[in-house]
T-cell receptor
Framework: GQNIDQPTEMTATEGAIVQINCTYQ??????LFWYQQHAGEAPTFLSY??LDGLEEKGRFSSFLSRSKGYSYLLLKELQMKDSASYLC??????????WGAGTKLIIKP | GAVVSQHPSWVICKSGTSVKIECRSL??????MFWYRQFPKQSLMLMAT?????????EQGVEKDKFLINHASLTLSTLTVTSAHPEDSSFYIC??????????????FGPGTRLTVL
């Protein structure tokens, strides 16, 4: 079966760095997405990785290792507004998104 | 660009009534639209995938006669929850997809519709 695993909840301090991991097992691979979702709102796109390596976009970076079925989202200089759920999703062989359950990130002052 | 709207943003209805939710891509033509349901503290659950002018493809366990999807044009899809019951209360989110440069089909999400069935 297809499976996406990510931690349920993480806590970090304002100004710090946090890494959210995601491992996957899917039938085919056409890229991995990270989305941010604030409570009661729809997800918003953060990043897309299809090749191995690190993609940096401002305070957010995303890493992919296809051989390990592993990705992480790195958030630097954390701000209170970064408190949200972070969803990992993999595009399978049919370009259908397989979603992880999301990681709730709590930022403390 | 790539804005998706949903209407209504929230709705409260009585058990047994039907509710229609609209999803529109405002500034692009969506080849495919997706309907998701999300229960509190859970991830998105794909309900169905629809392409303009063809029947929707429903995920296993989703009743197609209860959740009617009409994809009338490249910018509009509707989800009708027929004979709604309290267990249908959820956050319904649509997304629209279009091929982008880089050969991946990013999904652009609407703001969601919160349905409460009394």
């Amino acid at each position: 079966g297809q499976n996406i695993d990510q931690p349920t909840e993480m806590t970090a301090t304002e100004g710090a760095i946090v890494q959210i991991n995601c491992t996957y097992q899917t039938s085919g691979f056409n890229g991995l997405f990270w989305y941010q979702q604030h409570a009661g709102e729809a997800p918003t796109f953060l990043s897309y990785n299809v090749l191995d390596g690190l993609e940096e976009k401002g305070r957010f970076s995303s890493f992919l290792s296809r051989s390990k079925g592993y990705s992480y989202l790195l958030l630097k200089e954390l701000q209170m507004k970064d408190s949200a759920s972070y969803l990992c999703a993999v595009s399978d062989s049919n370009y259908q998104l397989i979603w992880g359950a999301g990681t709730k990130l709590i930022i403390k002052p | 660009g790539a804005v998706v709207s949903q209407h209504p943003s929230w709705v409260i209805c009585k058990s047994g009534t039907s509710v229609k939710i609209e999803c529109r891509s405002l500034d692009f033509q969506a080849t495919t639209m997706f309907w998701y349901r999300q229960f509190p503290k859970q991830s998105l659950m794909l309900m169905a995938t629809s392409n303009e002018g063809s029947k929707a493809t429903y995920e296993q366990g989703v009743e197609k006669d209860k959740f009617l999807i009409n994809h009338a044009s490249l910018t509009l899809s509707t989800l009708t929850v027929t004979s709604a019951h309290p267990e249908d209360s959820s956050f319904y989110i649509c997304s629209a997809s279009t091929p982008l440069a880089g050969d991946y089909n990013e999904q652009f999400f609407g703001p969601g519709t919160r349905l409460t069935v009394l």
